[in-house]
């Protein structure tokens, strides 16, 4: 019952929250391309993930966008950092983006390393375009 008490108080507050402002981050790389919608109501919230690499694709929704199937596991976001892990449906970290974020007056970069098991690592450029 108490469970059911808490999700009812999430719902009631999610829903008495601002707009749900939902952006794309796209980070790049030399053969790899990470596109990621999210949200940001308190926190960090990936809505979509689409990973390209070595010539294969992940995405968290296959009904959508064909690929194999992952899930975002772990996401941290602060002012000046961004982690994300991708799962397998048996919650198997397969995958890690690590982002950096640094600005200077009004100008603003990010990027950082992206990994994913059997594949490879790269550096990837995340900053908004100009």
Not at 65 to 89: K, Y
Request: proline letters at 3%; glycine letters at 10%; a negative charge.
């Amino acid at each position: 019952m108490r469970k059911v008490a808490v999700a009812v108080l999430l719902a009631a507050g999610l829903a008495a929250s601002p707009a749900f402002a939902t952006v794309e981050i796209v980070c790049t790389g030399q053969g790899v391309s990470i596109d990621l919608l999210v949200g940001h109501v308190d926190l960090l919230y990936i809505d979509r993930a689409i990973i390209e690499a070595g010539g294969k694709t992940w995405t968290s929704q296959p009904n959508q966008v064909p690929g194999t199937e992952i899930r975002v596991g772990h996401v941290f976001e602060d002012e000046r950092q961004m982690l994300v892990d991708f799962t397998t449906d048996g919650a198997d970290n397969i995958a890690s983006l690590r982002v950096f974020k640094l600005s200077e007056g009004d100008v603003s970069r990010a990027g950082g390393v992206f990994q994913i098991d059997g594949v490879g690592v790269w550096v990837v450029d995340c900053s908004e375009p100009e």
